[in-house]
């Protein structure tokens, strides 16, 4: 079985080699924090470490939900069963995750790379969803409070059907 962290850290590299956006850390041994770029949210950071016996795959996705809880914890069960090597999980606190562990021997560039494309698709591809159906009001006020004071409010374009009169959340 060739060295995880071997494995990990040639993979890594490579992989910021092709896309200067991917960044990469070793802030000890085992450990690895790599920055994904994203489309929607601006990065998504995953963390590797390595065990005993299996690689933890984490990254943050988004906050505790200030609404529609129940929607927003159905939506993300309902995506676990189609993902590869992580699933989404909620901590301590109601922020959201994207969690894994994969055995030792597993660890492949490939593995690597498809584990991470999952994380970064359901990370990103997922964010603007579960802002829309988590902090539909706070986008709203966010967006009154711009338009009032006469500021900017193109970073909140993809949400302008909840800004509009009568705009509601998909469900």
Known sequence: ?????????????????????????????????????????LSTTCSLVVGEHALAVSAF??????????AVHRWLLERNIRLYGVAYAIDGHGDVYLAGRLPLAAVTPETLDR??????????????TLLEMGFATAIRKEYAWRTERGESTRNLDAFSHLTRPGGAVKE
């Open 115 to 128: 584990i991470l494309g999952t994380v970064l698709e359901q990370a990103d591809g997922a964010f603007n």
């Open 61 to 70: 996705v988004v906050r505790c939900p200030d609404e529609n809880h129940a």
């Open 1 to 41: 079985m060739a060295d995880p962290r071997q494995v990990i850290e040639q993979t890594l590299a490579s992989l910021s080699e092709e896309d200067e956006k991917v960044r990469w850390e070793s802030p000890g041994e085992g450990r690895y924090v790599v920055e994904l770029p994203g489309t929607r949210k």
